[in-house]
């Protein structure tokens, strides 16, 4: 082929796959979406595959795929769904309802996140305390003096670990040695006798709770009992039951022990297109059956469950899907 004829093949393809006139390949079609999780030892990880999996069985008819990302938890997903580095993510309740209002005990005090979207709730989550049986410790108050895990800046538990530790009257700055370890870190720590005790907000069944109490060292799940003013000063917190005897039988507890909750939440941006939240909703929805069975923290979910909890306004594509589903008027 003569040089200039080449030239000028060249350019006519390239022009037309600029127009869109050329073939395209099929990945060029698809566009990604990423969902932001928690440590590979908590549910939120498992909960991102499992949206990820029904979604994306229709990966080709909606041109839309979603990945699952680990990152730090609840407080790092929505800091990064508002500045555009993931755009979904599965949070806590209690941080859904402190971004979305700017509330004054938290980290979001005075900058709330107006354009946060809630698409639905998922698996309850208890705030759930473990210690090493040779320490001594059987209540919150005898964690004073020793080194606990309060979880990682960026993590939903962090907050949650403090504001027990104070409806007991403990400040975690001055009675005991806190330490800020993600919750993949701690179960390790704590079987290494590094750790007396850990806090993590989380469903159940979990591989961190399964890791932590399947080592040498005994350890057992310590009742965190509260106050009713406890109840009144955070009403997005309420009593829970861990449930130790079905899921861990490594712990040394031989019954149930009581701790506090929030719900696991799925969210997005406002900015997020309708039909991208809508397809994601529904393939959710209309898939519960499977979506159920995909861990066993969502043994109490109904579809109606799924729409409660949830502080920040419905996302306008989720909102169509659930009028459509006749879930909502
Ligand atoms: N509740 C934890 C958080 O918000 C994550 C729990 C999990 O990964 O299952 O950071």
Redesign the pocket.
């Known amino acids: 082929m003569r040089k200039g004829t080449f030239l000028v093949i060249a350019l006519v393809a390239l022009t037309m796959v600029f127009i869109g006139l050329g073939p395209a390949p099929a990945e060029a079609r698809t566009q990604f979406y990423t969902i932001g ?3 590979v030892t ?4 498992p ?1 991102g595959g499992a949206i990820a999996r029904v979604v994306n069985k229709k990966k080709d008819e909606y041109g839309l795929r979603l990945t699952v990302e680990s990152t ?4 790092y997903n929505i800091n990064a769904i508002m500045s555009g580095d993931l755009d979904f993510g ?3 309740s209690d ?1 859904q309802y402190q971004a979305y209002n700017g509330a004054e005990t938290s980290e979001w005090a005075g900058k709330p996140k107006k354009d946060l979207r809630a698409l639905f709730a998922i698996h309850p ?1 208890s705030v759930t305390l473990a210690a090493g049986v040779d320490t001594g410790i059987n209540t919150i108050q005898d964690l004073k003096g020793k080194r606990v895990n309060i979880g990682n800046p960026g ?3 962090r907050q949650n670990s403090i504001d027990a530790l104070s409806g007991a009257g403990i400040d975690y700055e001055k009675d005991l040695m806190a330490e800020g370890l993600k ?1 993949a870190e701690a179960p390790g720590m704590l079987q290494d006798g590094r750790l007396d005790a850990f806090f ?4 159940h069944p ?1 591989g961190a709770f399964k890791e932590a109490t399947s080592g040498a060292r005994k350890v057992k799940f310590i009742p965190i009992e509260l106050p009713a003013s406890f109840y009144e000063k955070f009403p997005y917190y309420a009593a829970s039951v861990v449930p130790v005897v079905d899921n861990y039988p490594g712990a040394e507890n031989k019954e149930d022990v009581p701790g506090f909750g929030v719900k ?1 939440t799925f969210v997005t941006s406002k900015k997020i297109p309708d039909k991208v939240a809508y397809a994601v909703v529904k393939e959710v929805f209309e898939n519960f059956d499977e979506f159920k069975k995909l861990h066993p923290a969502y043994a109490v979910l109904t579809k109606e469950n799924m729409l409660e909890g949830l502080s920040a306004p419905f996302h306008p594509g989720a909102l169509k899907y659930y009028k459509e589903a006749g879930l909502m008027k």
């Open positions: 999780t928690g440590g908590g549910v939120y990880y909960t730090g938890g609840s407080v599965v949070v806590q941080r989550e993590s939903g538990q919750a993590y907000t989380v469903g979990s696991a």
